[in-house]
């Protein structure tokens, strides 16, 4: 469904060369929700960029649903840490959500019945009609990802979605999450750089090593898929798995703070 | 209680100047200096409807057109610039040549060229407006922010489409302020190249006064070139006001947190 081979991702300008990503290989399966997380600056945003061909790879390649992507690829709708800035202030909330599905040409009804669906589903009902800034950031969030649903894609990447907000708003966004992914069966890369989000989301981890990126650990989260905030984070399993998590990247960070060489 | 306040602020000094004016003046035997109640009394007299049919509204109507024009000129072009650098590379020495002309030399040329009509007139104040509209639309075209692009290019959001809610959309504060500095602009230029070449006209009109030794016709036709300034500016902020709701939304809210 979605594959990453030997991916490598070089910046080359004013004669500095930055290797962020440097050999990753990995693969998620059709509808499965993983979260990759790794120590700041190992080139997660990097990563995700390419796979949601908005940066082109320097080599090896990224695959969506067994095409190369070499520009965005169909089917795939991103959603981005900025909230405030990847919603159109001048259109309001309906607005926004239609506007990849007007793009698409699709009929007027249609465009109508997915936005409200989505909107819906994210808990926004009654705010068609508001304007993005007349919302708190949490509810920003909340449409951007009414947005990517409403385009209906085979594939969600997020891009730390939730690091702008409050703890508690973050909270009742992860369930959200967890639920938008269950009802509408699509394969999800969350990418953060929290581990106690990373272990109560996904169904599997993948840790990043610090740049230049490879592979460190892939973590499969044998939770229940009945998660809850309470429960499941007081399991046991679920303190044992962040525990193992935490360990890995505080050993793939320890090189990289000695200033090894890259 | 707050309107009262705000609109003894709004007026307070207009209507205090033009007191100070109507009774410094008044009784004044200064035959360039009338007083401010014979200029209004000649006011009254002058500018009949008749008048506005022959003198206003053929300056207003080239001010328009020559403006829209200067507005859609200025956006079309800003937008060819700001969005792909070889236009900018290509057009950039020409346009900051163009731009060191002052509009008004640009007058006996275009007599030259093309008569004392509407055209030559509506020419210099395209010439002379589009230059705020146009840097101002290059910023604000250049200035766009880059997750809202990312953010088109991921949800297929390309072409016309892209245009209209993208593009001209996150200039539009910057255009604004482009079309806001050309409109005084505008009237400058329509009253010089009336000045300089025209049967016709406001301009025309207020130095045949002047010249025909009518000095109270002449200050009636200069306080209405301002009261002429005065609804346009008014009628702009209205524009503005429904074009950029969302921009002074945005930023109000911002301030609150």
């Not at chain 1, 898929?225 to 193992?244: H, I, K, S, V």
């Not at chain 2, 002058?46 to 080239?62: A, D, G, I």
Request: glycine share 8%; hydrophobic share 50%.
């Amino acid at each position: 469904m979605l594959e990453v081979k030997n991916l490598h991702k070089v910046y080359d300008g004013h004669g500095r060369r930055v290797t962020a990503v440097g050999d990753l290989t990995f693969s998620v399966p059709e509808g499965q929700f993983a979260c990759v997380v790794g120590p700041s600056g190992c080139g997660k945003t990097t990563l995700l960029r390419v796979m949601a061909g908005l940066l082109p790879a320097t080599s090896g390649e990224v695959r969506v649903q067994d095409t190369p992507v070499t520009a965005p690829p169909p089917g795939l709708a991103v959603v981005f840490q900025e909230y405030g800035r990847s919603l159109f202030p001048w259109l309001r909330v309906r607005e926004n959500v239609e506007l990849p599905l007007k793009a698409q040409g699709m009929a007027r009804a249609e465009r109508r019945e997915l936005a409200t669906e989505a909107l819906a589903a994210v808990g926004l009902a009654d705010a068609h009609s508001a304007y993005p800034w007349q919302l708190s950031g949490g509810m920003q969030q909340r449409v951007a990802i009414a947005r990517a649903i409403a385009y209906q894609p085979r594939v969600l990447l997020m891009d730390e979605p939730f690091a702008a907000v409050d703890a508690q708003t973050r909270a009742d966004l992860e369930d959200l999450v967890r639920s938008v992914w269950k009802q509408f069966g699509v394969t999800l890369l969350f990418v953060t750089h929290d581990i106690d989000e990373a272990v109560y989301l996904g169904q599997r981890v993948i840790v990043l090593s610090a740049s230049p990126t490879t592979v460190a650990q892939d973590l499969t989260i044998d939770l229940p898929a009945e998660r809850d905030q309470l429960t499941t984070r007081a399991d046991p399993r679920f303190t044992e798995l962040r525990g193992q998590v935490y360990a890995r990247i505080q050993k793939v960070k320890a090189p990289a703070s000695e200033g090894a060489p890259a | 209680m707050r309107y009262l306040q705000r609109a003894v602020l709004l007026i307070g000094l207009p209507v205090l100047l033009l007191a100070a004016w109507w009774f410094g003046s008044a009784g004044s035997e200064d035959f360039y200096r009338p007083s401010l109640s014979s200029i209004v009394d000649a006011f009254g007299q002058t500018w009949t409807w008749e008048m506005f049919q022959q003198q206003v509204f053929p300056s207003l109507w080239r001010l328009v057109v020559g403006y829209l024009l200067a507005v859609l000129v200025g956006v079309a072009l800003g937008v060819l610039i700001g969005t792909f650098r070889s236009v900018r590379s290509l057009l950039e020495p020409v346009l900051e040549f163009l731009r060191a002309f002052p509009p008004p030399v640009l007058v006996p040329v275009a007599i030259l060229l093309s008569g004392i009509g509407d055209r030559t007139k509506i020419l210099v104040i395209v010439f002379g407006c589009v230059w705020p509209v146009l840097l101002n639309t290059i910023e604000g075209v250049r200035g766009r922010d880059e997750v809202l692009s990312d953010t088109c290019r991921s949800y297929g959001i390309t072409g016309s489409l892209r245009l209209r809610h993208l593009v001209l959309r996150a200039a539009s504060p910057q255009i604004m302020t482009g079309a806001r500095q050309a409109l005084p602009l505008a009237i400058i230029l329509m009253v010089i190249s009336e000045m300089m070449a025209a049967n016709e006209g406001l301009g025309f009109t207020v130095l045949q006064f002047q010249r025909g030794f009518q000095i109270p016709e002449m200050w009636s036709g200069v306080l209405l070139l301002g009261v002429i300034g005065i609804v346009l500016s008014l009628l702009f902020r209205l524009a503005e006001r429904s074009l950029l709701g969302w921009y002074h939304g945005q930023r109000a809210g911002q301030r609150e947190w």
